[in-house]
Protein backbone atom coordinates (compact mmCIF):
# COMPACT_ATOMS: atom_id res chain seq x y z
CA UNK A 1 0.00 0.00 0.00
CA UNK A 2 1.22 3.12 -0.73
CA UNK A 3 1.32 5.70 1.85
CA UNK A 4 0.65 8.85 -0.02
CA UNK A 5 -2.17 10.96 1.57
CA UNK A 6 -2.34 12.59 4.77
CA UNK A 7 -5.15 14.24 6.84
CA UNK A 8 -7.20 16.95 4.97
CA UNK A 9 -6.49 15.67 1.93
CA UNK A 10 -9.62 15.85 -0.62
CA UNK A 11 -10.98 14.21 -3.80
CA UNK A 12 -14.32 15.37 -5.00
CA UNK A 13 -16.16 13.22 -7.69
CA UNK A 14 -19.54 14.85 -9.65
CA UNK A 15 -23.11 12.87 -9.69
CA UNK A 16 -26.19 13.53 -11.86
CA UNK A 17 -29.38 12.25 -9.77
CA UNK A 18 -31.08 10.17 -12.41
CA UNK A 19 -34.56 8.85 -12.47
CA UNK A 20 -33.55 5.46 -11.64
CA UNK A 21 -31.97 6.98 -8.12
CA UNK A 22 -35.22 7.78 -6.56
CA UNK A 23 -36.28 6.06 -3.21
CA UNK A 24 -38.55 3.02 -4.27
CA UNK A 25 -38.91 -0.49 -3.00
CA UNK A 26 -40.61 -3.46 -4.80
CA UNK A 27 -44.00 -1.93 -3.08
CA UNK A 28 -43.29 0.60 -5.23
CA UNK A 29 -42.66 4.40 -5.04
CA UNK A 30 -41.44 6.60 -1.88
CA UNK A 31 -40.32 9.81 -2.58
CA UNK A 32 -39.42 11.05 -6.22
CA UNK A 33 -36.06 12.16 -4.79
CA UNK A 34 -32.44 10.97 -4.23
CA UNK A 35 -32.34 7.35 -2.41
CA UNK A 36 -29.78 6.48 0.47
CA UNK A 37 -28.70 3.99 -1.19
CA UNK A 38 -27.21 5.97 -3.83
CA UNK A 39 -25.94 8.47 -1.67
CA UNK A 40 -24.10 5.85 0.20
CA UNK A 41 -22.88 4.47 -3.46
CA UNK A 42 -21.49 7.70 -4.58
CA UNK A 43 -20.44 8.50 -1.13
CA UNK A 44 -18.23 5.07 -0.72
CA UNK A 45 -16.95 5.98 -4.70
CA UNK A 46 -15.58 9.28 -3.50
CA UNK A 47 -13.42 7.78 -0.85
CA UNK A 48 -12.34 5.15 -3.39
CA UNK A 49 -11.00 7.80 -5.21
CA UNK A 50 -7.99 7.59 -2.91
CA UNK A 51 -7.85 3.72 -2.33
CA UNK A 52 -7.35 3.71 -6.65
CA UNK A 53 -4.17 5.49 -6.42
CA UNK A 54 -2.89 3.88 -2.76
CA UNK A 55 -3.44 0.09 -3.49
CA UNK A 56 -0.57 -1.82 -4.69
CA UNK A 57 -1.28 -4.16 -8.32
CA UNK A 58 -1.98 -7.35 -5.49
CA UNK A 59 -4.49 -5.44 -3.17
CA UNK A 60 -7.80 -4.14 -3.48
CA UNK A 61 -10.11 -2.11 -1.22
CA UNK A 62 -12.83 -3.27 0.53
CA UNK A 63 -15.53 -1.09 2.23
CA UNK A 64 -15.88 -1.23 6.07
CA UNK A 65 -18.33 1.45 6.67
CA UNK A 66 -20.51 4.56 5.45
CA UNK A 67 -22.89 6.26 7.35
CA UNK A 68 -25.37 9.33 6.24
CA UNK A 69 -26.98 12.28 7.78
CA UNK A 70 -29.50 13.61 5.22
CA UNK A 71 -29.56 17.49 5.60
CA UNK A 72 -32.34 17.80 2.61
CA UNK A 73 -33.21 16.38 -0.37
CA UNK A 74 -31.56 15.89 -4.06
CA UNK A 75 -34.27 15.90 -7.19
CA UNK A 76 -34.13 14.13 -10.34
CA UNK A 77 -31.19 15.49 -12.85
CA UNK A 78 -29.25 17.59 -9.53
CA UNK A 79 -25.84 17.48 -9.98
CA UNK A 80 -24.44 15.97 -6.91
CA UNK A 81 -20.36 17.42 -5.96
CA UNK A 82 -18.95 14.88 -3.25
CA UNK A 83 -16.38 15.87 -1.27
CA UNK A 84 -14.24 13.02 0.66
CA UNK A 85 -11.59 14.43 3.18
CA UNK A 86 -9.30 12.11 4.73
CA UNK A 87 -9.66 11.91 8.36
CA UNK A 88 -7.28 9.01 9.28
CA UNK A 89 -5.44 6.18 8.02
CA UNK A 90 -4.87 3.74 10.95
CA UNK A 91 -2.60 0.72 9.39
CA UNK A 92 -4.13 -0.21 6.55
CA UNK A 93 -7.93 1.60 7.41
CA UNK A 94 -8.96 4.64 5.28
CA UNK A 95 -11.64 6.80 6.82
CA UNK A 96 -12.78 9.80 5.62
CA UNK A 97 -15.31 12.22 5.81
CA UNK A 98 -17.89 13.18 3.21
CA UNK A 99 -19.90 15.92 2.02
CA UNK A 100 -22.62 16.15 -0.63
CA UNK A 101 -23.82 19.41 -1.98
CA UNK A 102 -25.97 20.46 -4.96
CA UNK A 103 -24.77 23.63 -5.44
CA UNK A 104 -24.64 25.42 -2.31
CA UNK A 105 -27.47 24.00 -0.69
CA UNK A 106 -26.06 20.83 1.73
CA UNK A 107 -27.54 17.42 0.78
CA UNK A 108 -25.79 15.06 3.19
CA UNK A 109 -22.57 14.69 5.22
CA UNK A 110 -21.17 11.22 6.12
CA UNK A 111 -18.09 9.09 6.47
CA UNK A 112 -17.08 5.80 4.50
CA UNK A 113 -14.45 3.13 5.70
CA UNK A 114 -12.27 1.19 3.43
CA UNK A 115 -9.21 -1.26 4.14
CA UNK A 116 -6.91 -2.00 1.72
CA UNK A 117 -5.86 -5.65 1.82
CA UNK A 118 -4.08 -8.16 -0.15
CA UNK A 119 -5.92 -9.55 -3.23
CA UNK A 120 -5.46 -13.02 -1.61
CA UNK A 121 -6.71 -12.20 1.67
CA UNK A 122 -9.88 -10.98 0.29
CA UNK A 123 -10.34 -13.95 -1.89
CA UNK A 124 -9.51 -16.13 1.99
CA UNK A 125 -12.39 -14.11 3.41
CA UNK A 126 -14.75 -15.28 0.71
CA UNK A 127 -13.99 -18.69 0.13
CA UNK A 128 -14.22 -19.51 3.47
CA UNK A 129 -17.60 -17.56 3.24
CA UNK A 130 -19.17 -19.94 0.10
CA UNK A 131 -17.92 -23.13 2.23
CA UNK A 132 -19.67 -21.88 5.71
CA UNK A 133 -22.80 -21.85 3.28
CA UNK A 134 -22.84 -25.17 2.24
Not at 93 to 98: D, F, G, K, P, Y
Amino acid sequence: MKNIFKTGDTKVHTYRVKQEDVAQFETGLVHPVCSTFTLAREMEWAGRLFVLEMKEEHEEGIGTAVSIEHRSPAMVGDELIIEAVVDQLQKNELICSITVKSKDRLVAVGSSGQKILPKTKINQIFSSLERDGE
